[in-house]
C-alpha cells in the first residue's frame, strides 16, 4: 500500500514549484502552444511536406499527406564502436514495424553523436565529453524541427547521451516521448577482480597484458557496461521518472523479453498521441512535458539517491528539469538525502553489477519500496499509460509470446544486493553536498567506510591528473594528503573526468594513509572507496579559491558535517594572488569547443551551455559573460 508522501519530499517539492513558478509557466505556455497547433506537417506547404515524404512507401505517403495516423520520429545513438550502443543497430526496423502496429507511421529523424568516457578516460578527447551532452541535445532538436511529427522514440543509454535526449525533446515537450534502452551486456570478470587487478598495475606489479586480459573479461559483449555509473543510473532515472516502460531498463540485449519490451515501446507511443483531428485534450494524449513536472524530478533524485547512483546526475538532473523550466538545486539533493535510505548496494558501491541488482528484484522491487514509504510521488504521469504507482512496482515477463507484467517481489532475493526500507544499508543516501570557504561540492558516500568519512591532511596540489600520477610514480606521495586537482572545471577545459586517479588514490589509501581527493572536475559514475569532493563550484578558472591552494595548506572534508574548509587564516587567504589557468588544449578537437568554454553554466546549475539559469535568451546570456 502507497504510503502517504513522506513531508520533506513534500516540502522540498513544493519548494522546487514555487521557485520554478514563472520559469515553469514560461515553458509551458510554449508546449501548449504548440499542441494546439495539431499535427504540425498539416500546416506545411505542399513543396515542403512533400519533401518530408518522399522517400515514403505509397501507403505511407497517403497517410502522411492526409494526417490520419500519428508519425514518430526515431532519434538514435546508435553506433557499433560503442557495446552499450551497438544493440540499437536493429531497433529502427523493429520499431517501423511496432509503430504500424500500433496504427501509426514511424521514421527515422536523426543520430546523434555518442562517446564513451570509457575510451576517453585521461585522453584530449575527455575534455570534449561533457559538451556532448549539450551537443546531442541541439542534435535531437535539429531532428525533431521538422514539423513533421506526432510523437518520439530516442534511442540512447550511456553518460551524457540521455540527458542530451531528453533535454532536446523536452524543446518539443508537446510530443509524447518514449525512451529506449538497449540492456546491460551480461555479467563478466567480477568486479572484485577487475579492482584488484586495476590496483596491481597501478603499483607495477602487473602489467599491461594482464590488465588488458581484466578489462577484456569485464567488458566483453554488446550491452551497458554493468557497473553502476552513469549509464546504468540513466536508465534507473528514466524508469523512476516514467520515461521508459516498466522494468524495461535492465533487461539483457539479444533477449525475447528484450525485443518484446522494444516492440512494445513503439506501439506503445503511438497511443500517447492525440488522435489525429482531435484536440489535445483527449484523455490519452500525454506529452512529454506532462510527464517531466517537478514531482517527476524529485522521483529521479530519490531513486538515484537510494542506490547511490553516479555524481554526474547532480549535473544532469539539474540540466533537463532547467530545460523543463524547473529550477533544481543542489540544496534539495541534499535534503532529499538526509531522509533517504540507501536501499542497493552495486559496483563500485558493493561487489554486485546491474544484473545482480535486476536478479534481486530490480526496479519493481526499488520502486515499491520508496512508495511504501512516502519517498516517491506515487501519481506521475507515465508512458505507461497509468500513474507510477499503478504500473512501476511490476515486472515484465514472457507468457508464451505474449508481454505481461506481474507483481514484483515483495521481498529482496538478495540483501546483500538490494534491500527494504525496513533494513536498508544505510540511513542515508548515497551523495552529500558539501559547503565551506573552497565552495560547494558533491560526495558520493554510498562506498566510503566509516572510518574513511573525515580527512584532514596537508593538500598536495596538481593543475591535471598527470601531474598527480607522475608524482605517485616519483613515490611523492606516500603519505597522508588531500589530493587537489584544479582547473578542471567546465570553463576551463570541459570538465573531464579524473577516473584514471581512482586505483592509484585506492593503493595510497590501502596503505594505511588517510588520503581524500578534491577538484573542480569529475569523478565518473564510478566513484569509488576514497571520499572526493568534487564539481567543486565556483571552479578554479572562473575566481574559485582552489587557485589559491598551496601545497601543505591543511584541508578537513567532513561527510558527516557536509564540510570542506582549507585551515588557513582567513586574511591571509584572501592575501593570496590566484594561479593562473593553464591555457585550454586543442587538437582532438578541443579547439571547436572553445564558444561553449566560454558561456558554459556553473557544475552547479547544470554546466550547460543553454543559459536556462539565467531565465533569459542565449544571446542575452552571452551579452553578459563577454561583460563580466
Not at 572484485?192 to 594482464?210: D, P, T, Y
Not at 489525429?276 to 513536472?293: K, Q
Not at 551551455?609 to 535568451?617: C, H, T, Y
Amino acid at each position: 500500500m502507497t504510503a502517504d508522501l513522506h513531508p520533506v519530499v513534500r516540502a522540498v517539492t513544493e519548494r522546487i514549484r514555487e521557485r520554478s513558478d514563472q520559469s515553469r509557466a514560461a515553458y509551458l505556455a510554449r508546449v501548449r502552444q504548440a499542441s494546439r497547433q495539431g499535427p504540425a506537417r498539416g500546416e506545411l506547404a505542399c513543396a515542403n511536406l512533400a519533401h518530408g515524404f518522399a522517400s515514403a512507401g505509397d501507403v505511407d505517403k497517403q497517410a502522411l499527406r492526409r494526417t490520419r495516423k500519428p508519425n514518430i520520429a526515431i532519434v538514435s545513438a546508435y553506433n557499433d564502436m560503442l557495446s552499450a550502443h551497438k544493440p540499437l543497430e536493429d531497433f529502427p526496423s523493429a520499431l517501423r514495424k511496432a509503430v504500424t502496429d500500433g496504427g501509426g507511421i514511424a521514421q527515422f529523424a536523426g543520430g546523434v553523436p555518442a562517446m564513451c568516457d570509457g575510451i576517453t578516460q585521461g585522453r584530449a578527447g575527455m575534455e570534449l565529453s561533457l559538451f556532448s551532452r549539450d551537443v546531442i541535445a541541439m542534435a535531437t532538436a535539429v531532428a525533431l524541427s521538422h514539423d513533421m511529427f506526432d510523437g518520439a522514440l530516442l534511442l540512447g543509454v550511456c553518460d551524457k547521451i540521455v540527458p542530451g535526449l531528453v533535454i532536446g525533446a523536452l524543446s518539443f515537450g508537446h510530443l509524447p516521448t518514449i525512451l529506449v534502452p538497449a540492456g546491460p551486456m551480461t555479467s563478466g570478470l567480477p568486479n572484485s577482480e577487475k579492482s584488484r587487478i586495476r590496483q596491481l598495475h597501478a603499483e607495477g606489479k602487473v602489467g599491461r597484458e594482464e590488465l588488458l586480459e581484466a578489462e577484456s573479461a569485464s567488458y566483453h559483449g554488446p550491452g551497458t557496461c554493468t557497473f553502476y555509473g552513469t549509464a546504468n543510473s540513466n536508465q534507473l532515472l528514466m524508469e523512476a521518472m516514467g520515461l521508459h516502460l516498466p522494468g524495461t531498463s535492465f533487461v539483457n540485449p539479444g533477449t525475447d523479453l528484450r525485443a518484446a519490451l522494444t516492440h512494445e515501446a513503439g506501439r506503445r507511443v503511438v497511443g500517447l498521441t492525440a488522435p489525429s483531428g482531435e484536440d489535445t485534450a483527449h484523455p490519452g494524449y500525454t506529452p512529454l512535458a506532462d510527464v517531466v513536472d517537478e514531482r517527476a524530478v524529485v522521483n529521479g533524485v530519490l531513486a538515484l539517491l537510494a542506490t547511490g547512483g553516479s555524481t554526474n546526475h547532480t549535473m544532469h538532473l539539474v540540466a533537463m528539469a532547467a530545460a523543463a523550466g524547473i529550477d533544481l538545486r543542489w540544496e534539495d539533493f541534499a535534503e532529499l538525502s538526509a531522509v533517504t535510505p540507501l536501499l542497493a548496494r552495486i559496483y563500485p558501491n558493493g561487489q554486485a553489477d546491474i544484473n545482480h541488482f535486476h536478479a534481486a528484484g530490480g526496479m519493481g522491487f526499488l520502486i515499491g519500496q520508496l512508495l511504501d514509504a512516502g519517498l516517491l510521488h506515487p501519481d506521475t504521469r507515465t508512458v505507461s499509460g497509468h500513474a507510477l504507482s499503478d504500473a512501476y512496482r511490476t515486472e515484465p515477463a514472457l507468457d508464451g509470446v505474449s508481454l505481461v507484467w506481474r507483481d514484483a517481489p515483495a521481498e529482496s532475493l538478495d540483501k546483500t544486493v538490494l534491500r527494504g526500507v525496513s533494513d536498508p544499508f544505510s540511513p542515508e543516501g548515497g551523495l552529500r553536498m558539501l559547503t565551506g570557504n573552497l565552495g560547494n561540492a558533491v560526495v558520493k558516500t554510498s562506498a566510503v567506510r566509516d572510518e574513511h568519512r573525515v580527512v584532514q591532511a596537508p593538500a598536495r596540489v596538481f593543475d591535471d591528473q598527470s601531474g598527480f600520477l607522475a608524482a605517485f610514480e616519483a613515490g611523492e606521495l606516500d603519505r597522508d594528503l588531500v589530493a587537489v586537482v584544479r582547473f578542471q572545471g567546465p570553463r576551463a577545459n570541459g570538465m573531464p573526468e579524473l577516473h584514471k586517479l581512482t586505483p592509484t588514490l585506492g593503493v595510497l589509501q590501502d596503505r594505511g594513509h588517510t588520503v581524500a581527493l578534491v577538484t573542480d572536475g569529475r569523478m565518473s559514475g564510478a566513484s569509488g572507496k576514497v571520499p572526493a569532493g568534487i564539481h567543486l563550484t565556483p571552479e578554479a578558472a572562473d575566481g574559485g579559491t582552489l587557485a589559491r591552494l598551496r601545497d601543505g595548506d591543511p584541508i578537513r572534508l567532513d561527510t558527516t558535517s557536509g564540510t570542506l574548509e582549507v585551515l588557513v587564516d582567513a586574511h591571509e587567504f584572501a592575501a593570496r594572488e590566484a594561479d593562473a589557468a593553464p591555457p585550454p588544449g586543442a587538437g582532438t578537437g578541443r579547439e571547436l569547443f572553445a564558444p561553449m568554454r566560454g558561456t558554459v553554466g556553473a557544475a552547479d546549475r547544470g554546466a550547460t551551455v543553454f543559459g536556462f539559469e539565467e531565465r533569459s535568451s542565449p544571446q542575452a546570456q552571452c551579452t553578459a559573460r563577454r561583460t563580466q
